[in-house]
């Protein structure tokens, strides 16, 4: 491909992700068009039609009924939920697609193997959506390391916080709650933060240690007299930080419109009726999740380097600290909130500097501004001459997904694990 040409776009899942990156693609005629999309709920499917304004436009009842056709388009965007992946990505590249891929890439660590395998066997391009790489904070990061102005990185401390009603919303009562039918917490949200950690570090990860538990959404937790759901008139509802009403009120933008595709037109009431039927009507203390609402990771990379990383429930954004041989570089959500600068250079000997940088508008708030950035990354990566390295192509992002399979081995094991031996013996499994 030719960075003249007009890429074609078709997509499996046409949900929250799905529109966001379609919506900009749409921004960008002189690039993309959308020619088709997959969904069992119609009501998306037209969603993305809509964004297209092709006449020619095909839309598709579920992945399936798209990829029994020859190919469609030059890229699928894959952006279902995690247990598909690996399917819909593997025949995807059986048919000669081009694919950009909701992260993660597939929900074992063979499976992720085996599509790395398939992409490099059939020269075709996988792009992961790791937004955070596009964002306007860890480009810059990524530019002061660069520089050498902090020296040799020695330590890293990177933190997320999830946020309590996110929690509630995704891990609790929503599509990542049970590690086995989605895929474990450190993967489903957190293989953004190792993939960050590596991309920084540029090194690879050669031990990983990990701890966390559930200990807060759990039954025992609920309130006396607490029903199984928020619409059977629950005694605390009125002091109660995840009742499932506020759906209905100040919680309604942006999560609902994420699993009720009328949240946008529908009144408080039918709000309430979907909510006496729907997961998310549920008392978040009797949901049935098993994934965690805390972790810590402790890592080792190569050289010597050291990571730490901290995953919470009950904190809001992301935090870093990285400790150089020439200086020390902090920044983050708090760090803007506290002082009003995203980044502050602490140099060993030499004043401070401070460093604010701007998101651009249009993609997830909680992505940084990522998403923009990497939809016009797209096109790049999926017209640069054959050979040229890629900025977020399937071998370099497998890693960080190894680290954080690793991790949750460790957590489970309560066991240090080698990474390179972890591999070994998934890449042994990938090619059974």
């Not at 997959?38 to 998306?44: H, T």
């Not at 990177?158 to 989605?182: C, D, I, L, N, Y």
């Not at 054959?386 to 497998?398: H, R, W």
Request: glycine share 10%.
């Amino acid at each position: 491909m030719s960075k003249t040409e007009i890429l074609t776009l078709a997509c499996i899942g046409c949900g929250a992700r799905a529109q966001t990156y379609c919506r900009l693609a749409a921004r960008q005629p002189d690039r993309y068009r959308l020619v088709a999309g997959a969904d069992p709920v119609a009501e998306r499917v037209e969603k993305i039609r809509s964004l297209s304004g092709a006449e020619g436009f095909r839309g598709f009842s579920g992945g399936d009924e798209l990829l029994a056709r020859e190919r469609l388009a030059d890229i699928l965007l894959i952006a279902t939920q995690d247990n598909d992946h690996y399917d819909f990505c593997r025949r995807a590249l059986d048919l000669g697609y081009h694919v950009l891929l909701e992260k993660p890439i597939a929900v074992r660590p063979e499976q992720v193997l085996d599509i790395e395998r398939r992409a490099l066997e059939r020269n075709r391009r996988v792009m992961v959506c790791f937004v955070l790489r596009f964002a306007a904070f860890y480009r810059k990061v990524k530019e002061i390391l660069d520089s050498g102005e902090l020296g040799e990185i020695v330590s890293v401390q990177a933190g997320e916080g999830v946020m309590p009603w996110h929690q509630a919303h995704s891990f609790v009562r929503g599509h990542w709650s049970v590690a086995a039918s989605s895929s474990p917490m450190i993967l489903s949200k957190c293989c953004h933060d190792t993939d960050i950690l590596h991309w920084l570090i540029g090194r690879p990860c050669r031990k990983a240690a990990s701890f966390g538990s559930l200990d807060y959404f759990r039954p025992e937790r609920a309130p006396a007299g607490a029903p199984p759901r928020c619409t059977d008139g629950c005694p605390a509802e009125k002091e109660c930080a995840y009742s499932a009403l506020r759906y209905a009120g100040d919680r309604r933008f942006p999560w609902l419109p994420m699993v009720y595709d009328r949240a946008a037109d529908a009144s408080p009431e039918e709000i309430r009726d979907w909510l006496r039927g729907s997961p998310w009507g549920r008392c978040v203390y009797r949901c049935g999740n098993d994934v965690v609402d805390r972790q810590v990771l402790a890592l080792e990379f190569e050289g010597g380097v050291t990571a730490g990383f901290t995953m919470t429930a009950f904190d809001t954004g992301r935090h870093l600290e990285i400790q150089g041989t020439r200086g020390v570089l902090k920044g983050g959500d708090l760090f803007y909130r506290q002082f009003g600068a995203h980044l502050l250079l602490l140099p060993h000997e030499g004043e401070a500097r401070r460093f604010t940088v701007r998101s651009e508008d249009g993609g997830y708030e909680l992505h940084g501004g990522g998403d923009p950035a990497l939809v016009r990354a797209l096109y790049d990566e999926m017209t640069l001459p054959e050979g040229e390295s890629l900025q977020a192509a399937i071998s370099s992002t497998v890693h960080s997904h190894l680290i954080a399979f690793a991790a949750e081995e460790a957590r489970v094991s309560g066991r240090v694990v080698d990474v390179a031996q972890f591999q070994r013996a998934a890449a042994a499994l990938s090619r059974e």
